[in-house]
């Protein structure tokens, strides 16, 4: 594996939105019921980049194998309290999963964020998404909330757990 961790481009928007919309499918990693088409997405990416909040790619041998961001909390900038406090999001292509990307562009995107000023970064993990929870553990998150069935897809009720990390 010859990974490479940078800042996402343009031209990798298609690929970084079809591992999104594939984990949206057929998971609860996103609780999004509509696949995301290139125009939003774009629109979403120009948005990141004049508020100064990084989008990573994972690259191995020329294919986005992986994709992390982070931006507001609790709608900051309408509740100023919450300005050094970011929520994160990061995807690793399905056939990909286990490999180490994900703790690579976590770590990179911790360390954008630290270099921002961030004090607090937040994860939203689906509660039967125990992997993405045990991971997040390794890393140094801690679990500070667990909220039953405030979110539904698939037919059923899903359980919200938030994770921290103070940096």
Request: with cysteine; charged share 25%; net charge negative.
């Amino acid at each position: 594996m010859s990974l490479t961790i940078r800042d996402c481009t343009v031209e990798d928007l298609p690929e970084s939105l079809d591992i999104y919309n594939a984990l949206t499918e057929t998971t609860t990693v996103a609780w999004s019921e509509v696949r995301v088409t290139l125009e939003p997405r774009a629109a979403w990416f120009a948005d990141q980049k004049v508020r100064g909040f990084p989008v990573l790619v994972a690259v191995d041998g020329g294919a986005v194998v992986g994709v992390a961001s982070y931006g507001d909390f609790r709608g900051y900038p309408h509740w100023e309290g919450y300005r050094f406090t970011v929520e994160h999001s990061i995807h690793v292509r399905g056939d990909r999963c286990g490999s180490g990307i994900g703790r690579v562009l976590l770590d990179a995107l911790i360390d954008r964020a630290r270099a921002a000023g961030v004090h607090v970064m937040v994860g939203a993990i689906d509660g039967d998404n125990e992997d993405s929870i045990r991971f997040h553990t390794r890393l140094g998150f801690v679990e500070v909330a667990r909220m039953p069935e405030v979110g539904f897809k698939f037919g059923r009720w899903l359980d919200l757990v938030l994770v921290q990390r103070i940096l």
